[in-house]
């Protein structure tokens, strides 16, 4: 069933901070095998002119999409979640994600589509600190494929 | 920003030091814990064939994670990225055995831009297959 167009250009409130930690930060780091000190090591980190240890490009990820589950899970936009995949990802930093961070997403839908059956959906995650300054602005493209026929 | 790669050291068509990235079933569990996404396709081989897949794959955003590797080793400073995109365009299908899968990643600049920001073009692969596409990263030289 195509979504409703009438959705592209909702913006959803923003969400409460996310608080990033050193410990949180390590685990990813680890988890994808990464080594680099500027991760785990406050010290390190602060050699390259950060204030403490800085999170991995795509650490933010768990944090946009989680906002971005808000617009999926909509329950008058009507999207099947259990056929959701992710197509496409893309971020754009103004800084570092940093441990001590308090961070707020706001998600905007800026585009349906619906493609052989497929509903694809762009949704845009903006991602600001506690004093309202931008750090990444997230892009995540959903596609729902369509039913297989009975 | 304290990379230590100058602009004017960099050409089109320099090469960034390529890296092979093991994956096995622990690894991705161990994802799954770090990141969040629990999604069982990523870890439950009955389920992932119910939904028509091969066997169990990895996450995106872990091929993802492990691709831009090759740019901030490079660069030395993460911070370095300013801008990543990826499109998943094949699953890395992950079996149940000692070896798992392999994440093949190369990289190379493709475009010098302005503020002496370059484009990396990043090539990663698995069994052959291209994993991801439109894989491009912006990198804030010095």
């Known amino acids: 069933m195509a979504l409703d167009q009438s959705f592209v250009g909702r913006t959803y409130p923003p969400t409460a901070p996310y608080e990033v930690g050193r410990e949180k930060i390590r685990e990813f780091a680890e ?9 785990v090591d ?29 617009v999926v899970h909509d329950p008058e936009l009507g999207l099947d979640y259990s056929r ?67 | ?15 960034l030091p390529a890296q092979n990235f093991p994956v096995t079933r622990a690894t991705l569990v161990q994802y799954a814990g770090a990141s969040g ?10 389920f992932a064939v119910e939904v028509g897949l091969p066997d169990v794959i990895a996450h995106g955003m872990f091929t993802m994670a492990e691709a831009i590797r ?20 094949k699953p890395v299908v992950v079996p149940n055995d000692d070896k798992g899968a392999e994440i093949e990643v190369s990289a190379k600049v493709a475009a010098k831009l302005d503020d002496n920001r370059v484009r ?7 069994a052959g297959q291209k994993v991801l596409g439109m894989s491009r990263a912006v990198v804030q030289l010095v």
């Open chain 1, 31 to 39: 988890a994808v095998g990464d080594a680099n000190p500027a991760y």
């Open chain 1, 42 to 70: 406050p010290a390190a980190a602060r050699e390259l002119g950060h204030p403490d240890v800085i999170a991995p490009p795509t650490f933010v990820f768990a944090i946009t999409f989680k906002a971005a589950g808000e």
């Open chain 1, 84 to 150: 959701v995949v992710h197509g496409d990802q893309k971020f754009a930093y103004t800084r570092p994600v940093r441990s001590g961070d308090r961070l707020s997403v706001t998600s905007t839908i800026e585009g349906i589509k619906s493609l052989a059956g497929n509903d694809i959906i762009d949704v845009r995650g903006e991602v600001h600190d506690e004093a309202g300054e931008h750090v990444v602005t997230a892009w995540t493209k959903l596609v729902s494929r369509a039913a297989e026929e009975a």
């Open chain 2, 1 to 15: 920003m304290a990379t230590t790669i100058k602009y004017a050291d960099v050409e089109i068509g320099t090469e």
């Open chain 2, 37 to 46: 996404d629990f999604n069982p396709i990523h870890w439950n081989e009955k």
């Open chain 2, 70 to 89: 090759v740019v901030t080793d490079w660069a030395g400073d993460p911070a370095a990225v300013v801008e990543y995109g990826v499109r998943f365009t």
């Open chain 2, 120 to 126: 990396v073009d990043l090539t990663a692969m698995s």
